[in-house]
């Protein structure tokens, strides 16, 4: 029994899961508003890209939290380069936009792994089910205002694909990223 291959339209059908699950997260009424009176809307990741060099230079970071700094390293870059007005509620969207695009990217990453190691479609299917629609994206993640999660996510997909898909040369540059992510994802 000859068994069905992924096709560039699973590859679109993930992609929309994906962008269902971050406008969920965007969307949802139980996101924590982000208000500019709000007292909680610039919590630590927000903080970190609103004044990332002053917090760098008077060595304000905690080593956990400077450990999952590079999105915050990212849209205070953003923000400087663009000439965009630093507000909390402009952060937390550049946050929101950012994670939204990571996981498309994890989406499209999985379809090429898949892709190139001749997974079923039914495999390929259940890993996006069991990944994108699992509790991290769907409960945790569209409930806190920022959160590195999804950037977690994407460079954990972009790991996964560097070594099954044999790009051994981008596994140093990711591993290195990494520790600006996510702690539990180091190795150094």
């Known amino acids: 029994m000859m068994q069905a291959k992924i096709t560039r339209t699973d590859l679109l059908i993930a992609i929309v899961v994906a962008v269902s699950v971050a406008f969920f997260g965007l969307f949802s009424t139980d996101k924590l508003p982000l208000l500019p009176t709000s007292v909680n809307a610039c919590g630590i990741y927000c903080e970190m890209a609103l004044n990332y060099d002053k917090m760098l230079m008077h060595q304000d970071f905690d080593r956990y939290y400077f450990q999952k700094s590079l999105l915050s390293f990212f849209v205070h870059g953003v923000m400087l380069a663009g000439d965009i ?4 509620l402009t952060i937390n969207y550049i946050l929101e936009i950012i994670s939204a695009v990571l996981l ?3 989406a499209a990453i999985w379809f090429f ?12 299917w259940i890993a ?3 990944m994108f629609l699992c509790q991290i994206f769907v409960k945790i993640v569209p409930y806190a205002q920022e959160s ?7 460079f954990g997909m972009l790991s996964l694909y560097a070594v099954t898909c044999k790009r ?7 591993m290195i990223a990494t520790l600006f992510v996510q702690p539990q994802l180091t190795i150094f």
């Not at 007005?85 to 909390?88: D, H, P, V």
């Not at 898949?114 to 390929?124: G, K």
């Not at 051994?168 to 990711?174: S, V, Y």
């Open 104 to 106: 498309v990217a994890s």
């Open 128 to 130: 996006v089910m069991g």
């Open 168 to 174: 051994e040369g981008w596994i140093l540059p990711i």
């Open 148 to 154: 590195p999660d999804t950037a977690a996510f994407f």
């Open 113 to 124: 792994i898949a892709q190139s190691n001749s997974f079923s479609r039914s495999a390929y």
């Open 85 to 88: 007005e630093k507000s909390t």
